[in-house]
């Protein structure tokens, strides 16, 4: 049934709630995709008999759900599904990804030796002078644009080994690389989590308004020896990534 065909009743149900319940029916049957507009609080009204103020409540509702995004001049769009990322789990990128089957890939910005931050210094124990290798992506899931990440990686692990190139970080994860090419293995670390509004920078890398809501991540990943091997920082788009906690 097409969500005007359903019919409201009279049964105590507040008609705004009735309302999000045909809408969100919609969306999990897939009438509604993500990108497109949602019925405007006009066409509710015409298709329920409601007044514009029920007909808003019931779109906030979907909005504060995270279900929907206004967009001044264009209405209420569907977001799609976010990604949810457990907090007790540090895992690259591409694992994370494939672990939910989702496709993952990346646009590489830098994959070279340099200058790290002084909080990347800190957090790997590196003297001022070193120059690890950088590595700056956008991060992407079934070609959705999801994050940005800069990774600091610390330079004596690699010995004489060339680190991975800009082409094979395209479509690859950099904690297997390590894996695979110096035997270095990720088995832990710490994160921290916090909301931020995107700067005007930030806002063009992840393609949303500046000032929108986003969620960084910084992290310092370990061995089991709890010699740190990465120091990363990770800003997501709110409204397709969230973290999960189990308890």
Do not use: C
Not at 73 to 78: L, R
Not at 114 to 119: I, K, M, N, V, Y
Not at 165 to 174: D, G, I, P, R
Request: aromatic share 8%.
């Amino acid at each position: 049934m097409a969500w005007h065909e359903a019919s409201l009743v009279e049964d105590g149900t507040p008609k705004w709630l009735q309302v999000v319940g045909i809408l969100r029916r919609g969306l999990e049957s897939g009438e509604f995709s993500p990108g497109e507009t949602m019925p405007t609080e006009a066409q509710l009204n015409s298709a329920f008999g409601i007044s514009r103020t029920t007909a808003r409540a019931a779109l906030n509702k979907l909005v504060q759900e995270g279900v929907l995004l206004r967009r001044s001049g264009v209405g209420s769009v569907v977001l799609g599904p976010k990604v949810d990322q457990p907090v007790s789990q540090i895992r690259g990128f591409t694992e994370d990804m494939l672990l939910r089957g989702l496709r993952p890939s990346f646009e590489v910005v830098t994959a070279d030796w340099g200058r790290a931050s002084g909080e990347a210094t800190h957090a790997l124990g590196l003297p001022s002078s070193d120059t690890p290798f950088m590595v700056e992506r956008l991060l992407k899931a079934n070609d959705r644009l999801i994050g940005h990440s800069v990774s600091w990686v610390r330079p004596d692990i690699f010995g004489a080994i060339t680190p991975p190139s800009a082409e094979y970080l395209v479509s690859a994860s950099l904690y297997a690389w390590l894996r695979e090419n110096l035997a270095v293995t990720i088995s832990g670390g710490v994160e921290y989590i916090e909301a931020q509004a995107a700067s005007v920078d930030v806002a063009q890398q992840l393609d949303v308004a500046p000032g929108s809501a986003v969620l960084v991540v910084t992290r310092v990943a370990r061995t089991s020896e709890s010699l740190p091997i990465e120091f990363a920082v990770v800003t997501y788009r709110s409204d397709r990534y969230r973290f999960r906690v189990e308890l």
